[in-house]
């Protein structure tokens, strides 16, 4: 969802899909005041999700405007999930939440691979190469298709920290 706007159309379809169909899941991003109970909602119905920090400019009515803040809730959100959700994906390339969640998990007893990490494609090798290694589950994003270059450069654009992730992952090993 690259808009607050769009967040409960989307969880409407996704849960009308998930009825329907089961196989279906969403992306809830940690950044949005209101994912706590987005994440609570689509535990009950054993939707599956994927955590991510949340990377659009939004106002600080509908987002929490610090990085603190936003981690916080992320830290608060992957505990919920690995307590109740359905296989759900921490997405983040962030170390010190890969740490909170590895030992949130072994401190609750919680099964590698009812869990999974995710993280963009050839950044931050190092630490995808040493989440396997320790036996965790970890998929790689790819953005792919005719407009993963335009999606590409609307989350460069929209924050421009994101620039300097990048740049500064690219080149670690």
């Known amino acids: 969802m690259e808009?607050?706007?769009?967040?409960?159309?989307t969880l409407d379809?996704?849960?009308?899909?998930?009825?329907?169909?089961?196989?279906?899941?969403?992306?809830?991003?940690?950044?949005?005041?209101?994912?706590?109970?987005?994440?609570?909602?689509?535990?009950?119905?054993g939707i599956r999700v994927r955590l991510c920090k949340g990377a659009y400019l939004e106002s600080a009515t509908v987002a929490?405007?610090?990085?603190?803040?936003?981690?916080?809730?992320y830290v608060a959100l992957m505990k919920i999930l690995l307590d109740r959700g359905?296989?759900?994906?921490?997405?983040?390339?962030?170390?010190?939440?890969?740490?909170?969640?590895?030992a949130f998990a072994a401190a609750r007893k919680v099964a590698r691979e009812s869990f999974e990490f995710q993280m963009l494609y050839g950044i931050r090798r190092d630490l995808?190469?040493?989440l396997?290694?320790?036996?965790?589950?970890?998929?790689?994003?790819?953005?792919?298709?005719?407009?993963?270059?335009?999606?590409y450069m609307r989350r460069l654009a929209e924050r421009p920290a994101n620039v300097?992730?990048?740049l500064r992952n690219l080149f670690r090993r």
């Open 86 to 102: 359905n296989y759900p994906a921490i997405a983040t390339h962030d170390e010190k939440m890969i740490a909170e969640t590895k």
């Open 128 to 130: 995808q190469k040493q």
């Open 164 to 166: 300097f992730f990048i």
């Open 13 to 45: 379809l996704v849960t009308c899909l998930h009825e329907r169909y089961g196989a279906v899941g969403t992306v809830i991003q940690s950044y949005l005041r209101r994912s706590q109970d987005d994440v609570e909602n689509l535990c009950v119905r």
């Open 132 to 151: 396997v290694a320790e036996g965790y589950r970890l998929r790689l994003y790819v953005p792919f298709g005719k407009a993963w270059y335009p999606y």
């Open 3 to 9: 808009s607050s706007d769009y967040v409960d159309r």
């Open 64 to 73: 929490f405007p610090k990085k603190a803040d936003v981690d916080r809730n």
